[in-house]
């Protein structure tokens, strides 16, 4: 299996404290930068859509 493709979300803080990480495909993944050893949350696309949608809003 491929490793995704990742990188820093967009409403990452930009002050290299708060990031998050996500990789985008039929199920999109998302990881805290400072604790990727311990895991990622798998995510439809449809919700991580309306995640960021919301988030815009």
Same mark, same amino acid.
Request: aromatic fraction near 6%; hydrophobic fraction near 30%; proline fraction near 5%.
């Given at each position: %299996?491929?490793?995704? =493709? +990742?990188?820093?979300?967009?409403?990452? &803080? #930009?002050? #290299? #404290?708060?990031?998050?990480?996500? =990789?985008?495909? *039929? %199920?999109?993944?998302?990881?805290?930068?400072?604790?990727?050893?311990?895991?990622?949350? &798998?995510? *439809?696309?449809?919700? +991580?859509? =309306?995640?960021?949608? =919301?988030?815009? #809003?």
């Amino acid at each position: %299996m491929n490793e995704p =493709a +990742w990188h820093t979300s967009t409403y990452t &803080d #930009g002050r #290299g #404290g708060n990031c998050v990480e996500v =990789a985008e495909g *039929p %199920m999109t993944r998302i990881r805290d930068t400072k604790n990727r050893d311990l895991g990622h949350l &798998d995510v *439809p696309a449809e919700e +991580w859509t =309306a995640v960021v949608t =919301a988030l815009r #809003g």
